[in-house]
């Protein structure tokens, strides 16, 4: 069992960033969906299939973790455990996430807008209002998830936020939004897809 505690605050932070999706879907038999992933550069992924969060690296004690994937015991404000799923009892793997998280514009996008929010001056609701404004098309994301979103970041430091927009058959196509922060060496990655219109 990995134990991160209050002693260590920014480590504390990114295991309570990356464990918060974990373990919402218990009805659901994917594999990538019930726990987080570390890969072989010391990254780290979890996603609940509507959002997903991504750190640069994560780390214990200043010491990376081990590459595979990880169960959450607990998750609470002050504390959070997880464990490594041993090889054999692994029974899926993660899909290619890779695209989602560039911040390169995409094949066939028709242009992109870049907010720097501070949203300890902005505020969550003025936050969200500016972001749906930014949002040229048909702009269905989901208010709830841009909140915990803002939690997760704790009101500090600028987030930068990407929306790449595409055109298929002149229908806007809206990709998911890209919430980008860093903190002390760390980058903090939230993706959220936008709702089905």
Known sequence: MIE??????????????????????RDDSRFHINHLEVNQDGSAVATDGC?????????????????????????????????????????????DYGDILSMEERKGSRGKVVL??????DGQYEGFARFIRACPGKNYFNYNFFDEVCEKFDHTGTVTILIDIRREDDHQIQ???????????????????????
């Open 4 to 25: 991160f505690s209050k002693h260590l605050k920014l480590e504390l932070k990114a295991a309570r960033f990356i464990t918060s999706l974990v373990g919402f879907r």
């Open 51 to 95: 959002r997903l969060y991504h750190l640069s690296n994560f780390t214990v004690r200043g010491q990376v973790l081990a590459p595979g994937f990880y169960r959450v015991l607990k998750n609470t404000k002050s504390k959070v455990w997880i464990e490594r799923v041993p090889d054999g009892e692994v029974c899926g793997s993660f899909p």
């Open 116 to 121: 720097d929010m501070d949203l300890s001056y």
């Open 175 to 197: 990709d998911p939004a890209i919430f980008k922060m860093e903190e002390e060496g760390v980058i903090f990655q939230a993706v959220i897809m936008p709702m089905r219109g």
